[in-house]
């Protein structure tokens, strides 16, 4: 799921450079819908059949995963600088460990919390925290980037039982339903003034990727990964995509790994193995008693 994400960071920039964000996220995610539902019902994959107890929650679990998550990203980097959104969005594995822990989803372990801390301290770093610029001019984009952090860190929380009670396709497809309608009404002034761009065959090679790799397998893996992993994890590899993204670069566009790099990549996967509890289970546990 990282990969891909990290795939899109690249794929993005040429779709959003044609049409406006939030035209592409309500479009992106209607189309995304129909695909999902062609391919649910061909699977003849059973419907849930718990009523409000299935729709009602998707109505929540749309707005913070899918609404309010992909709007307030998309206008927060309209109106931020590039290294602040990217920067700004390492806190939504932060905000996720502080909601699991308030509600007691999960225990705050000494192995987790330095874990976390030097995930984080590794992503500033290959993000040239040193960058991040606190001015008038980036304030409401830089609240709206928090505002996408604080939403998709409640979604993870929340989701998770859900998750793990309900079909993941219908669930989905559920879900993109609801985020449709709720993307559509936002993006209803973008709309009226949209005329529909040239569409070279890169355009819509990047608009398919963003379409099928960075919206549907993405979510289908998340909502996947929700009901078989701990919400925290989850979250935590996030911390995945900037080093995805530095390999990208390297792969595809010849841009050499810094010393930097390298170290920030050995701090965020040394949080990670520490965080997910890894290097105790496969290390400390077979050190020798005293």
């Not at 994959?45 to 990203?73: K, W």
Request: with cysteine.
């Amino acid at each position: 799921m990282q990969v891909l994400f990290g795939i899109n960071y690249v794929v993005s920039k040429v779709v959003i450079g044609v049409f406006p964000p939030l035209v592409w996220a309500s479009l992106r995610i209607a189309i995304a819908t129909l695909v999902m539902l062609v391919a649910t019902l061909a699977l003849k994959r059973p419907h849930p059949t718990d009523g409000r107890a299935f729709f009602i929650p998707l109505i929540g679990f749309a707005l913070l995963g899918a609404v309010i998550n992909q709007s307030a990203f998309l206008v927060g980097l309209k109106h931020t600088t590039s290294t602040n959104s990217a920067i700004l969005n390492t806190l939504i594995p932060v905000f996720t460990l502080l909601v699991v822990t308030a509600r007691r989803q999960e225990p705050l372990t000494w192995a987790r919390a330095v874990g976390f801390v030097l995930a984080l301290t590794g992503v500033l770093v290959i993000r040239n925290v040193e960058h991040l610029t606190i001015s008038d001019d980036t304030l409401l984009g830089d609240l709206l980037t928090m505002v996408n952090c604080i939403s998709y860190a409640l979604f993870l929380s929340y989701s998770k039982k859900f998750m793990e009670a309900h079909d993941s396709l219908w669930t989905t497809t559920w879900i993109f339903a609801y985020g449709t309608v709720g993307l559509t009404v936002l993006a209803l002034p973008d709309w009226a003034a949209f005329q529909w761009p040239a569409m070279s065959p890169g355009l819509w090679a990047a608009a398919i990727f963003a379409v099928l790799g960075a919206t549907l397998l993405t979510y289908f893996l998340n909502f996947w990964a929700l009901a078989h992993a701990k919400s925290s994890q989850v979250a935590l590899y996030i911390y995945i995509q900037p080093v995805v993204a530095a390999a990208l670069a390297w792969a595809w566009q010849g841009e050499i790994p810094t010393a930097r790099t390298a170290a920030a990549s050995v701090l965020i996967f040394l949080g990670m193995l520490l965080a997910s509890g890894w290097i105790s289970k496969h290390l400390l546990s077979r050190a020798p008693a005293r």
